[in-house]
């Protein structure tokens, strides 16, 4: 008899793997050697591309030197947001590779603000939200002279938003992996005349995402997540087309002028995306990035949306009789109002848990308090390693291994 936890038996898996539409992009991940990676919502594997595409930007720099940056370096920022641009439900033209999240935000706000010509001036932030969201909007508030406001964790946007010009929401909760419905939310917000910024850090590349269809004029979001651009890549910032004659945003730079190269004293906005850019940017975290694009274009979407759920629905089904007997709580929310995560929470031994999982080449993260994340990348994780997480998860759990004292000791990033 094959192997089997709380009934879901390792053939079982298996034979779901050969069925799998995305199976070949395993291959295409440098993935370590006996690791199951359950942390790409935090930083995405790297493909194979990218070395190479890396390798052959220094190359350019040592062979080009200057003359890089005019063959394909200085517009990386916008060839790499039209790459972006489908995989997000944009068009060409509206997404800008810049920055990172908090930096676009301000920049957006600023934008946003400053063509608010009615009385209704408060930024609404998101209680509960990833909190560099918060943090930037307080400080354009305090430089700006504008009213800051929570809204309070799970309460009635519709409720919240007198008074207020702009809310930053986003689209997939990174604590709870809980998945807004964008283009409703849109709607009500528009309908209060106020504007959204979305921030879909825990959902580009997650799910399929549909900015236009969804009436959203604002959003932003990072490469590094799901979206395997490496460390440090640049985030992203989306200007619905109709929206991009609106002015100043407020971290003028030269890369945003209209034409840079002119030297002028005074700064005048590029008339297009371009205006979101602020100075120069790094060509090589860019070649890094464009590779993972240029992969992510052949990408089923809907193929990944079943996937990512059949994910985190087996990796459940696999523990939930643990779950019961040993005070863990699951509070992933449910299909239709998921991201890409499971979320578990033990106050008391979540962060010795995942300390435990990661000694044995298992990577989830830990929030404070007591949240346990597992994320679910579809492109480079089969069932099969969904099943054997679970079965290390269940052994970890079982045996008490996370009590031993070298899994309560902490890093500097958890
Ligand atoms: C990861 C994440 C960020 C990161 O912001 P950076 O400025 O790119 O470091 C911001 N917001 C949310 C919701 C995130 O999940």
Not at 68 to 79: L, S, T, V
Not at 136 to 164: D, K, M, Y
Not at 284 to 295: D, K, N, Q, R
Not at 401 to 412: C, I, L, N, P, S
């Amino acid at each position: 008899m094959s192997a089997s936890l709380n009934g879901v038996s390792l053939t079982s898996v298996r034979e779901r793997d050969q069925k799998d539409p995305l199976a070949n992009f395993k291959r295409r991940f440098a993935l370590p050697e006996g690791v199951l990676y359950l942390d790409g919502n935090s930083l995405g594997a790297q493909p194979s591309t990218v070395k190479q595409a890396v390798d052959d930007t220094l190359n350019q720099w040592r062979d080009e030197l200057i003359k890089g940056w005019n063959q394909g370096w200085f517009d990386a920022p916008e060839r790499l947001g039209n790459l972006l641009a489908p995989v997000i439900g944009a068009q060409s033209g509206e997404v800008c590779v810049t920055d990172n999240i908090t930096l676009n935000i301000f920049k957006l706000l600023g934008y946003i603000l400053g063509q608010c010509q009615d009385d209704r001036r408060a930024v609404l932030s998101e209680g509960g939200n990833f909190p560099t969201d918060g943090y930037i909007a307080q400080g354009f508030c305090r430089v700006s002279g504008t009213e800051h406001r929570f809204l309070p964790e799970g309460a009635n946007l519709a409720e919240h938003l007198e008074g207020v010009a702009v809310v930053v929401l986003s689209q997939v909760n990174y604590r709870t992996g809980k998945l807004r419905d964008m283009a409703e939310t849109t709607k009500l917000v528009h309908a209060h005349g106020a504007e959204v910024i979305w921030d879909l850090a825990h959902s580009a590349g997650a799910l399929p995402i549909d900015l236009n269809g969804s009436g959203a004029r604002y959003a932003v979001g990072c490469t590094y997540k799901y979206l395997n651009g490496g460390p440090g890549a640049p985030a992203f910032l989306y200007v619905h087309r109709d929206y991009q004659d609106g002015g100043w945003q407020p971290l003028s730079g030269w890369h945003g002028h209209t034409s840079p190269f002119a030297f002028d004293a005074n700064y005048t906005p590029a008339g297009d995306i371009s205006r979101f850019r602020t100075g120069t940017h790094s060509a090589l975290i860019y070649s890094a990035l464009e590779a993972s694009l240029t992969m992510w274009a052949e990408v089923d979407m809907q193929a990944l949306r079943e996937k990512s759920l059949a994910m985190s629905d087996l990796f459940r089904e696999c523990l939930s009789d643990l779950f019961d007997s040993h005070g863990i709580k699951d509070i992933t929310p449910a299909a239709s109002e998921r991201g890409s995560q499971v979320s578990l929470i033990d106050k008391q031994n979540g962060y010795a848990i995942v300390q435990a999982l990661i000694a044995r080449g298992v990577i989830g993260d830990y929030r404070e308090p007591g949240l346990m994340r597992f994320g679910f990348t579809p492109l480079y994780l089969s069932f099969e390693d969904v099943w054997q997480a679970a079965k290390h998860f269940r052994e970890v759990v079982e045996s008490g291994e996370y009590q031993d004292a070298q899994f309560h000791v902490r890093g500097a990033v958890t």
